[in-house]
């Protein structure tokens, strides 16, 4: 239904930023919530970022708010992790990821990996120190 490609992982230095890319395509994506999730080795995968798209509320890790933004361009199909003051603990692949609106939600319809349906292949993005 929904296809999610990943771009902008990279190589970058303790405190630097990147840009990660989600490009969507297929359905319409007004009833979907975009998520950011990632995975480090030896480690679950754990949640970074969601944002609905017919919305503009946004859930952030603790880990990550102050320093990590998410965004979505509707007319592009995109969503982007904006991310700065990077720290080696950040190393992970970040997978983006699509789910539908239930009739009811919680923070953990956003939080919760399960029930996402939709997943791009991931991009690496490694912090050194």
């Known amino acids: 239904q929904v296809q999610l490609v990943e771009s902008g992982g990279g190589l970058v230095q303790a405190g630097g930023s990147l840009r990660l890319s989600c490009a969507a395509s297929?359905?319409?994506?007004?009833?979907?919530?975009m998520g950011w999730f990632r995975q480090a080795p030896g480690k679950e995968r754990e949640f970074v970022a969601a944002i609905p798209w017919s919305g503009s509320t946004t859930y952030y890790a603790d880990s990550v708010k102050g320093r990590f933004t998410i965004s979505g361009d509707n007319a592009k199909k995109t969503v982007y992790l904006q991310m700065d003051s990077l720290a080696p603990e950040d190393t992970a692949v970040y997978y983006c990821?699509?789910?539908?609106?239930?009739?009811?939600?919680?923070?953990?319809?956003?939080?919760?990996?399960?029930?996402?349906?939709?997943w791009g292949q991931g991009t690496q993005v490694t912090v050194s120190s």
């Open positions: 990821a699509a789910r539908l609106w239930p009739y009811l939600s919680s923070s953990s319809t956003y939080t919760k990996h399960q029930g996402y349906t939709n």
């Open positions: 297929g359905r319409p994506l007004g009833s979907y919530i």
